[in-house]
């Protein structure tokens, strides 16, 4: 049950693109392909922006892309907007019906 | 419109216990597994317990185990989480969460538990 890995921080300007990663071991990410995406405002709920690696949920918008290679999963926002500037998380299925979150990862659009 | 919202957060000694509750709405509850997650001020979520449908299954991540147990009322729509032994490091928003196939979805709001003397 330890934390997936993600960097603390990213950046972009309006328009770029930037990539998350999230990295896990052979026991979740690797494993299975129940990775999910949350993005989190502070002080409020997390909400859900992919699922099963690469879905993404109705009112998602596509500038919102996940993507997994091997144990270690990625989210792409592509044409940066202010309103993506918020806190990411990913989640992986672990096995016997757990499930382990990353340590987040501060989106910060300059 | 599906939603979840939690209740029972409050201030507690160390040792203490609590109940959180959290009441589903506009999905067939039964139907569904369940889940707790929590949030220590200023750091990261946690995944803390899962429940399948019928409340036979239940799951929680080593830190509260012994402690803490998961429970489900489907008559009620209602999901529990007793929260016994309760220690300094439990402090948190909790939140509870639809588990639809592990990807979490609706989120409650939170509520917020602070264990301290």
């Known amino acids: 049950q330890s934390a997936l890995t993600q960097p603390p921080s990213a950046s972009g300007s309006p328009g770029q693109s930037v990539a998350i990663s999230c990295t896990g071991t052979?026991?979740?990410?690797?494993?299975?392909?129940?990775v999910s995406w949350y993005q989190q405002y502070p002080g409020r709920a997390p909400k859900l922006m992919i699922y099963?690696?690469?879905k993404r949920p109705s009112g998602v918008p596509d500038r919102f892309s996940g993507s997994k290679s091997g144990n270690t999963a990625s989210l792409t926002v592509s044409g940066l907007q202010t309103e993506d500037e918020a806190y990411y998380y990913c989640?992986?299925?672990?096995?016997?019906?757990?499930?382990?979150f990353g340590g987040g990862t501060k989106l910060t659009v300059l | 419109e599906v939603h979840l919202v939690e209740s029972g957060g409050g201030l507690v000694q160390p040792g203490g216990s609590l109940r959180l509750s959290c009441a589903a709405s506009?999905?067939?509850?039964?139907?569904?597994?369940m889940s707790w997650v929590r949030q220590a001020p200023g750091r990261g979520l946690e995944w803390v317990a899962n429940?399948?449908?019928?409340?036979?299954?239940?799951y929680f991540v080593d830190s509260v185990k012994g402690r803490f147990t998961i429970s489900r009322d489907n008559a009620k729509n209602s999901l529990y989480l007793e929260m016994n032994s309760l220690r300094v490091e439990d402090t948190a928003v909790y939140y509870c969460?639809?588990?639809?196939?592990?990807?979490?979805?609706?989120w409650g709001q939170g509520t917020l538990v602070t264990v301290s003397s």
């Open positions: 969460a639809l588990n639809n196939n592990w990807r979490f979805d609706p």
């Open positions: 506009g999905f067939t509850f039964s139907l569904y597994w």
């Open positions: 429940i399948n449908t019928d409340g036979s299954g239940k």
């Open positions: 052979s026991s979740d990410i690797g494993g299975y392909n129940y």
């Open positions: 099963d690696v690469s």
């Open positions: 989640s992986s299925y672990g096995g016997s019906s757990n499930l382990v």
